[in-house]
């Protein structure tokens, strides 16, 4: 089983892969299938990642929405047909900056104890 420092990880990771094919703007999002899945399976990486920490970890850490991240990589997996590009790109745009920096200080954190 991965430990939470390595769940981590994979969150961090996967938000570094949709930083690579996003930084091409919202046009090249919109014109490229293959990014697309790119972002959403990745976007379900962090989800399911997020899914192992325990309760605690993200007790500590509340301000992230854990419930929300994990409830779209349900949408993801279970009622792919429900996914909006629209709502995926406002989730790389507007969510994945503050959990990523809300990672790394729990990664941080969490070496530090």
Do not use: C
């Amino acid at each position: 089983m991965r430990r939470e420092a390595e769940r981590l990880q994979d969150m961090l990771d996967a938000i570094s892969a949709i930083e690579r094919y996003t930084s091409q703007g919202r046009q090249a999002f919109d014109e490229q299938e293959l990014v697309q899945v790119w972002v959403v399976h990745h976007l379900q990486i962090i989800g399911e990642a997020a899914n192992s920490l325990s309760a605690d970890l993200m007790n500590q850490y509340a301000e992230v929405p854990w419930a929300q991240i994990v409830a779209f990589r349900n949408i993801v997996v279970h009622e792919y047909f429900r996914v909006s590009l629209n709502l995926v790109w406002a989730i790389v745009q507007n969510n994945l900056p503050p959990l990523k920096a809300t990672v790394e200080r729990m990664v941080q954190e969490l070496g530090e104890a």
